[in-house]
């Protein structure tokens, strides 16, 4: 009997075999397949983000809707990008820059990303403490707690699961969309504002700009896309779900992200109410909302602070270990990546007790530390496009122009506005000293 | 003298008259998998704008972290074409990953070790240690705490790059890790995509090695990135039932492109084993074992042994068959009796008639208590009516049933980095 001949058996065969099949029942498909995509930008919505926005919304009303827009369009090609340079190189961002520019870039790169998401892991530590004084505990307990928490949820027991939860938790932000809906909106006006651009000549205009493109499009989201499609081997053959998870999840963030100023647009704007953080948003939201909605606010925040308190350091130092060659893992012993480890725990306890201390001034520090990652956002983008467009990494994959010149456009706008931003706190600061003297 | 390769670059070079012709900016190496391979070359900088130019290393007369000066005046000033496997090191070769072999993990070039002995300079090691790092950016150590962490260049894999210019690399060192540690190495660092050409350039049954340890998702991502040709020749190096796995995770349409390549018997043998029910005794079965026919004697069993083109994974058993020509199972050898056995005497008398058998459609946990009960590391399979020898099922391969989906924990384990979260193969 010649095998050729068999092709009938070898189908006969190969029928009767149960292989594994992706489940096509579309729920559970997707279900599946949102990961990372959702777990980045959920992470986004965090302390400062919640913040940003409501505040924005209570000094601005629905004007500000359109720069959502503007974003979500940046924020939805950049996270592709982030996630294709994964999955077309099978690589993290780190060892990309590493390889194909110099040491000094590399150097200065790291430096800016740990600067950076320092101060975003201080921010979650912050909005730890705050959706918990909500409940009525102190960020003296709250604060040690959760970063003991975090750490031990991370080296010893089971991360991914306990994400999941943080995830789930988070999702209590959904309860904004309600919060916006009972605020009873004018619809045709926030449909209006989601497209017609218009600028205020307040000068706080333009720092409220800067803050929502820091908060909405956060450094450390990209560099963890990348990492996380890397990590679970996906391939551009598979890319398609990617996608899909990427759309899904930087949809969702804004979306939430566009009901919280909706929510305090329509209530605390009309009542002339100003607010600085998210448990101010909160509170303030209680007598629209009801005495129920400070308990769901506290919790989504909760939610966000701990996932991104969580996943930050570990993204940090994934990207530092493997850009100088350093053992890194959380399935590696202390003793096989001690750099690894170490330098995961000095963030986690330089936050923690950045956040207790109260000789610095925390507003401060954290208006500073967006600033840097203001900053580091068109530095990495420019890292990005330059890989994103090299034939040899990329092959096939390389962006096309139309989506070159979105981002390229996007990049430009948040340079500026960081720029002017940092132009007129200088001023400020200048008029400030020679108002002392 | 021992030099670090980041102290000489930017230098002077000065010819034999004593005039400056320009700074060095590379070295050239062609023999990368020598012990401590020779440089070729110096690559020299004439000013800005202009191309590099070649310098033998026989002209060089002394190369120090002062100055270098050459042994000649005459330098050919043509710009410095790039030849088949000429490696640069600076270009190539820093801020690459390499495989630290003793320690089996990966990591990255931040420096390299030169010997400079005349009339040859040598590559010696490469530095991973953060004071490599400084050294490069010309940043003084703090109190000298730090130290040099050097892997000799023997004991070091270069994994190549993704530059335009391709040159051969050889994975010597790397091939005398485990597979289970060359896997890991390399899909977890390089990426899957550079791990693919790695893998690729060693040798097929060390590649079949690797790919059966990877997790089914891997297996996937590597198998369809790899030609058509390649796959098979893989396959032929892999024992059956590894083979069956194997298809098991393509999927059957990948499946059906691959089985025309096997030859007639491989592709048979695998096909055999696929065709048997989940949680039977067959599908968990291996048709790689050692048999001999029971006319035999014992030297000349021993010949027949020695001749196996590829050993099986699991060689405790001898099964004895009842002739050359039938499949009869009539008894077996364990390894020590076959040792103690005098040279002259028959298979026949000193083998184990009757032995413990399982039956295909058993279901795999009754073979599984039969092999703890009787205290027996391998049963052979038979047919029932026939008793012929189908093939054998181990004692590891069976309690795989109680792993999650037949889920290769081992390796798994090894990959589950970071903030990995899915399992679900399906």
Redesign the interface.
Known sequence: M???A??T???T???????????RFFPFTIL?IL?PGLIATAAGNDAGGIATYASAGAHFGLSVLWIMTFLTVGFVLIQEMAARLGA????GFS?LI??NFS??M??FMMSLLLLGNIGLVVSEFAGIAASLELLGITKYISVPVGAVVIWFLIVKGN???V??IFLLMSGFLLSYIFAAILAKPDWNSVAINLIRPSVSPDPEFFLFTVALIGTTIAPFMQVFAQ??V????I?M?DFKYTRIDTLIGTLFANLVAIFIIIATASTLFPAGIRIDTAADAATALVPFAGEFARILFALGLLGASLLAAG?VP?TTS?ALANA????????RSFE?APIFYAMFTFIIVLSATIVLSPALSLIKLLVGLQVVNGLLLPIQLYFMLKLANNK??MGKHVNPVWFNSIVIITMIVVTVAVFLFLGSSIVTLFQSYSGIN | MEVYLSELLGRKITNKSKEAIGTLEDLVVRELDKRHPPVSGLLIKRGRKKDLVYIPAHDVDEMNTKQIRLTTDIVDLTPFQRRENEILLVNDM????IVDIDDR??????DLLLEVEKPVIRLKGVD?S?LG?LH??HIPSILGILKHNIVDWEDAQFLG????VKFNVQYKNLESLHAVDIARII?EG??????SKVLAALKDPIAADIIEELS???QK?LI??MKLEDVADVIKHMPPDKAADLF??L??AY??KV??L????D??KI?AL??Y??HTTGAYMTTDYLAVSADLNFEEAIKLIQDTEEMPDFAYYIYVLENKLSNKLVGVLAAHEFLLAQRRSRIESIMKKRPFVAFPHDHIKKTIRRMYRYNISALPVVSKSENKLLGIVTFRDAISVYLP?RWKARIR??F???????Q???
Do not use: H
């Open positions: 010649a095998f050729p068999n092709k058996m070898v189908e065969t190969l029928a009767k075999i149960k292989f594994p099949r992706i489940r599946a990961g077309a190189t099978g690589k060892d590493r390889e040491l000094r590399t150097v991360y991914p699961k994400e999941k990492s996380a890397v990590e679970k081997g391939t053959s996943v570990l994934f100088f060659g350093w053992e890194a893992g959380i399935n096989e040899n990494l | 820093y801020d690459k990953q993990r990966l990591t990255r070039v931040n991973v953060v790092l490069r950016l790059g993704q530059g335009q899909f390089p990426g899957y995509k550079q791990g089914p998702k891997l991502n369809e990135s098991i995770s999927g059957p499946a059906q089985f025309p096997l030859n007639k018997e592709g048979q096909l696929l065709s029910p989940e989906r384990q090894v589950t980095n970071g903030f990995s979260s899915e679900n193969y399906g």
